[in-house]
């Protein structure tokens, strides 16, 4: 059964920063590229980043490129966003997101409907 669990979320003041950290558990994270989307209250929710199954290639959302970066460590089953410089309009839930793919790329990665997996999600609020 897989599992995604999402940590590190909290409050943060306008301009700090986060690490937010996703385990994963009953998949081999190496066969799978991962995302993180956030929802925020009332909104649907949208992309944030993505990295494929090796880490090779990532990929931003406009709103966040520059400020967050998206890692992973296959050997620890973990995916990691890195935030910098939060704003907030970065409040949100958080949720991490994984999908098969049989190649290490990143087609179609934005598309929330492409994974396969999520996680239950981590709150992050960031005041002005």
């Known amino acids: 059964q897989v599992q995604l669990v999402e940590s590190g979320g909290g409050l943060v003041q306008a301009g700090g920063s986060l690490r937010l950290s996703c385990a994963a558990s009953g998949l081999t994270t190496g066969h799978y590229a991962m995302g993180w989307f956030r929802q925020a209250p009332g909104k649907e929710r949208t992309f944030v980043a993505a990295i494929s199954r090796s880490g090779g290639s990532t990929y931003y959302a406009d709103a966040v490129k520059g400020r967050f970066t998206i890692s992973r460590d296959n050997a620890r089953n973990t995916v990691y966003l890195q935030m910098n410089s939060l704003k907030p309009e970065d409040t949100a839930v958080y949720y991490c997101?994984?999908?098969?793919?049989?190649?290490?790329?990143?087609?179609?990665?934005?598309?929330?409907?492409?994974?396969?997996?999520w996680g239950q999600g981590t709150q992050v609020t960031v005041s002005s």
């Open positions: 997101a994984a999908r098969y793919r049989r190649f290490d790329d990143l087609v179609r990665s934005p598309d929330k409907t492409q994974y396969d997996s």
